[in-house]
Nanobody, 122 residues
Framework: QVQLVESGGGWVQPGGSLRLSCAAS????????MAWYRQAPGKQRELVAV???????NYDDSVKGRFTISRDNAKNTVFLQMNSLKPEDTAVYYC????????????????WGQGTQVTVSP
């Protein structure tokens, strides 16, 4: 069984910064991609940023230049540094681990965290 635990959400004023963390635990052998998604009220969940095992990254256009995704493969942890936050960044942010290989499963699976609220307002 694999669990993802997010931390670092909260309230911040426009222009401020937050750093999200997500740690994966369990009988993990490898994780192909780690990503952050977000879902605002009344909207679909959307991809914010993704990083693969070789540290190649991709970002949604709305966060390019403001957000930075990184990962620590040894600790199965992914981070999202969010700067110059805007009210439209307000959402629940979800961590995703893609194509996870474990000691116990016969195939790869994707896993999701429970989400952490980010609120940007004056």
């Amino acid at each position: 069984q694999v669990q993802l635990v997010e931390s670092g959400g909260g309230w911040v004023q426009p222009g401020g910064s937050l750093r999200l963390s997500c740690a994966a635990s369990g009988t993990i052998l490898s994780i192909n991609t780690m990503a952050w998604y977000r879902q605002a009220p009344g909207k679909q969940r959307e991809l914010v940023a993704v990083i693969d095992s070789g540290s190649s990254t991709n970002y949604d256009d709305s966060v390019k230049g403001r957000f930075t995704i990184s990962r620590d493969n040894a600790k199965n942890t992914v981070f999202l540094q969010m700067n110059s936050l805007k009210p439209e960044d307000t959402a629940v942010y979800y961590c995703n681990a893609g194509k996870v290989v474990t000691r116990t499963a016969s195939r790869v699976y994707d896993y999701w965290g429970q989400g952490t609220q980010v609120t940007v307002s004056p």
